[in-house]
């Protein structure tokens, strides 16, 4: 018993806590047995983990590749840092000519100069404030405001504008600038009782503007200097202007795809193999016992197998992974033949991208089947791998009552033996002293 010392054997002369260790000791059996699947079972939910955690990878590697924008191979080059083009799958090959005349900006405006920064402004008045075409806010400023919190207020009004400080040196000014590029996003400024100068027209020195680039000689306006539209799939990143028409291109890129493939292979073993290695599986000896021939185990392999050998419905060339080169061997693995894929992607593009992400209008292509296998497995509260799981999460409560309970009887044992011992060792003892006695009388 904690905060007990014992000195049992005293009067015997005998080792009866060692008596007692040893007795109680062969009652903690059972108790051992407890704690030892209790170990076990923690270490399943730690495999059932990373076996989760890799499926999270192979989602995200078939939601790479469950849309025709993501499956689509396409690049974009540009002949000018001025623009930085991507194409998505949604592009089409072809060159295009491009001028850009103005880059997208947002407006600036500074205040008259204020000669200190902490000293109050005595301006008393107000402020209206708006954004485009959006409601203008009224911002009373009092006379013991400094520029702090002037700034303050401005930028506290809810506006898309931010307000700060600006110093050349000598003297300090106010600026608003436009959180928004485009010409739609110019700040409206009404001072009423205040003489900031913020509606001086001199003091705006960065009108909002939208981007303007010239395409085949037709006019394209942005209100941003990301450009999409003007060329199918394909994201003109405006970084300057120019005097020059640039080239951009637009050309297939196969090894784009392929990567995304390569991916979702190497997941896809990674699941099978962490799978197989602690499940069982054939000549393979499972790691974990209690997982060992386990039916949620087996489901991930013989589901996400179907999975991938999905017959896509409707007219196209390629119909299922195999016509392109993904394959499962023997073992369960899978597999890309690069040199079948390529040739399907020369072949007839648009049906393996049917095939990989599904048709417009809704049907799923194989990639949404994958993904929704795995989602079966790990949706938070209803998905298999995670019911099995609480499962062994609510074992290891039920274990660990009974290694409670039976820790407290081992401690109710050893306490009754120290009282029988204490109690034997105080008859000896008395013995002894009568044996003693008797034999000092002369008897």
């Known amino acids: 018993m904690a905060g007990t010392i014992s000195f049992g054997g005293i009067g015997s002369g005998m080792d009866t806590e060692g008596i007692v260790t040893a007795l109680t000791g062969v009652e903690r059996t059972q108790q051992d047995a407890l704690k030892a699947k209790l170990t076990a079972t923690n270490s399943s939910i730690s495999n059932l983990s990373s076996v989760s955690s890799l499926l999270s ?141 913020f509606d001086v027209a001199e003091n705006t020195v960065q ?70 290695d602690l499940a069982g599986s054939g000549s393979i000896k499972p790691k974990d016992s209690l997982l060992a021939g386990d039916s949620t185990m087996r489901a991930i392999t013989s589901r996400l197998s179907s999975a991938l050998q999905t017959v896509t419905g409707g007219s196209g060339a390629y119909r299922t992974l195999g016509s392109i080169g993904l394959s499962l061997d023997r073992s369960g693995k899978l597999s890309l033949d690069a040199a079948k894929f390529d ?13 990989l992400s599904g048709a417009d209008g809704g049907a799923n292509g194989v990639m949404d089947v994958v993904s929704s296998t795995v989602d079966a497995f790990t949706r938070t509260g209803s998905g298999l791998l995670v019911n099995k799981s609480d499962s062994l999460t609510s074992s290891i409560k039920r274990l660990q009552g009974r290694i409670d309970s039976e820790e407290a009887r081992v401690n109710r044992y050893a306490d009754m033996l120290r009282k029988q011992f204490t109690q034997m060792d105080s008859q000896v003892a008395a013995y002894k002293s009568q044996s003693t006695y008797l034999t000092s009388a002369g008897y």
């Open 57 to 197: 990878k192979l989602k995200a590697a078939s939601d790479a590749l469950d849309t025709a924008a993501e499956v689509g191979s396409y690049k974009a080059t540009s002949g000018n840092s001025a623009i930085v083009a991507s194409a998505n799958g949604l592009a089409t090959p072809g060159k295009y000519s491009i001028t850009v005349d103005k880059l997208a900006q947002e407006q600036r405006t500074y205040s008259n100069s204020i000669a200190s920064v902490g000293t109050a402004l005595n301006q008393n008045g107000t402020l209206k404030l708006g954004v485009g075409s959006g409601a203008t806010k009224d911002i009373a400023i009092s006379g013991t405001d400094t520029i702090d919190d002037v700034i303050g207020k401005i930028n506290s009004a809810g506006l898309r504008v931010t307000a700060s400080s600006f110093y050349d040196g000598s003297t300090y000014r106010i600026q608003l600038r436009g959180q928004d590029t485009g010409a739609a996003s110019a700040l409206s400024i009404t001072e009423v009782g205040t003489s900031f100068g």
């Open 207 to 276: 009108n909002a503007q939208d981007a303007e680039l010239r395409l085949d000689k037709f006019t394209i306006k942005s209100a941003t200097n990301q450009v999409t539209g003007a060329i199918r799939g394909v994201t003109l990143a405006l970084t300057s202007a120019s005097t020059d028409p640039i080239t951009v291109a637009v050309d297939s890129d196969a090894d784009s795809l392929k990567t995304k493939l390569n991916t979702l292979v190497d997941t896809y073993n990674q699941v099978i193999s962490k799978v197989k």
């Open 343 to 355: 040739k399907a992607i020369a072949a007839d593009a648009a049906s393996v991208t049917k095939l």
